[in-house]
């Protein structure tokens, strides 16, 4: 399975916002819930939301109210709009293919894209 194609990252200061894309093909994007996850230096990667693919949604609890995510089926795309960036949310952002019912990943890792909040 080809890895999704994350984008969209980039230097922000705190309190702004970004919207991260996550591109997959069809035939996978369609059936699958999607999910995006974050790995900051020196941590563990962990679940930051994810998608359904009928577009029920889930949040980790530290993003909730600032984060949201969304999916785009005429251009097979999840987005994950981010708001009131903090610091913490510093971190190399990926998407993966989710187990929806456990918020973990299945697929292939991608290359990521650097999302950096700092003044």
């Known amino acids: 399975q080809e890895p999704l194609v994350e984008s969209g990252g980039g230097l922000v200061q705190p309190g702004g916002s970004l919207r991260l894309s996550c591109a997959a093909s069809r035939s996978i994007f369609s059936v699958n819930a999607i999910g995006w996850y974050r790995q900051a230096p020196g941590k563990q990667r962990e679940e930051v939301a994810g998608i359904s693919p009928g577009g029920t949604t889930h949040y980790t609890d530290s993003v909730k109210g600032r984060f949201t995510i969304s999916r785009d089926n005429a251009k097979n795309t999840v987005h994950l709009q981010m708001n009131s960036l903090k610091p913490d949310d510093t971190a190399v952002y990926y998407c993966?293919?989710?187990?929806?019912?456990?918020?973990?990943?299945?697929?292939?890792w991608g290359q990521g894209t650097q999302v950096t909040v700092s003044s």
């Open positions: 993966n293919l989710q187990d929806f019912s456990l918020g973990t990943p299945f697929g292939s």
